[in-house]
């Protein structure tokens, strides 16, 4: 009776792992992951980055998406009186958007993409490990890049960092002048 009791409980285990972890999907490589893309230009007036994860609800899945914009503006201003002279202090700026959740996407196994109505709008390219963006009007076709929430944190940082020395130094060349 022992033995029978033992099975039971690595079977009950082997269970319950499987219901923890998934039973691993073909398509699952998109709800997996947190994808990420940067925008870094050299004026610092509009960096940003974004942020998409998606989640499998039924037969639909759901992508949320948040941005971080990061811009240098100059917070100085103009000295009144004879000989008034413009005093110039840029800082980093950053924002965070609310989330913009997509739902009702679903997968196209023929195509490896999620379609919203037929059109494709995240396709997984297996080559690289990544994801492309079709639904941006302005920008076109986006390339998201697999990270971490720790490379997340790392990557934002990091684009912070190098607009503050931007910042800093726009601000010494506008007050040598």
Request: charged residues 30%; glycine residues 8%; positive net charge.
């Amino acid at each position: 009776m022992k033995k029978w009791g033992k099975m039971f409980a690595v079977f009950a285990c082997l269970v319950l792992a499987l219901a923890l972890t998934g039973c691993g999907g073909k398509n699952e490589k998109f709800t997996a992951n947190s994808w990420i893309f940067v925008e870094k230009t050299d004026t610092g007036d509009n960096d940003y980055m974004s942020v998409i994860t998606f989640e499998k609800n039924n037969k639909s899945y759901t992508c949320t998406e948040k941005t971080t914009n990061i811009k240098i503006r100059n917070h100085g201003g103009t000295s009144l009186g004879i000989g008034a002279k413009e005093h110039y202090d840029y800082k980093v700026d950053v924002r965070e958007s609310a989330p913009y959740i997509q739902k009702g996407l679903a997968y196209d196994e023929k195509t490896d993409s999620l379609t919203m109505d037929g059109d494709p709008f995240y396709t997984y390219r297996s080559k690289d490990n990544t994801i492309i963006s079709h639904h941006s009007p302005t920008l076109g076709k986006l390339t998201y890049k697999k990270a971490t929430k720790e490379e997340i944190e790392k990557i934002k940082k990091e684009l912070i960092d190098f607009e503050q020395k931007k910042a800093a130094k726009a601000t010494a060349e506008g007050n040598k002048q």
